[in-house]
């Protein structure tokens, strides 16, 4: 009689899931070389960088405007 915790077990159980992981990499793989799939990503990819780079340019013009050098006619009064 085997116990449920014995070391064999554990071993399929962990194959099953390797074998598992793997089936399902080959079918994204698979629906990836199909055309309709690959151009999703790339749709997908191209928001992403059009988004993040927005964003950089929000930021750094965010940065360079936060201070303010105030006159008060030729004299530098502060920096706000």
């Given amino acids: 009689m085997d116990e449920p915790e014995h070391i064999n ?16 990499l080959k079918d ?3 629906k990836i070389s199909k055309g309709q ?9 191209t928001l992403i960088v059009i988004v ?14 936060r201070a303010f050098t105030v006159y008060f006619g030729d004299e530098v009064v502060g920096t706000t």
Avoid: M, P, Q, W
């Avoid at 993040?52 to 405007?65: C, L, P």
């Fill in 9 to 24: 077990s554990k071993k399929s159980n962990l194959s099953l899931k390797i074998n598992k992981k793997l089936n399902d």
């Fill in 28 to 30: 994204f793989l698979d």
């Fill in 37 to 45: 799939t690959l151009n999703k990503v790339l749709i997908v990819c």
């Fill in 52 to 65: 993040g780079s927005v964003f950089a340019v929000y930021k750094i013009n965010e940065i360079r405007t």
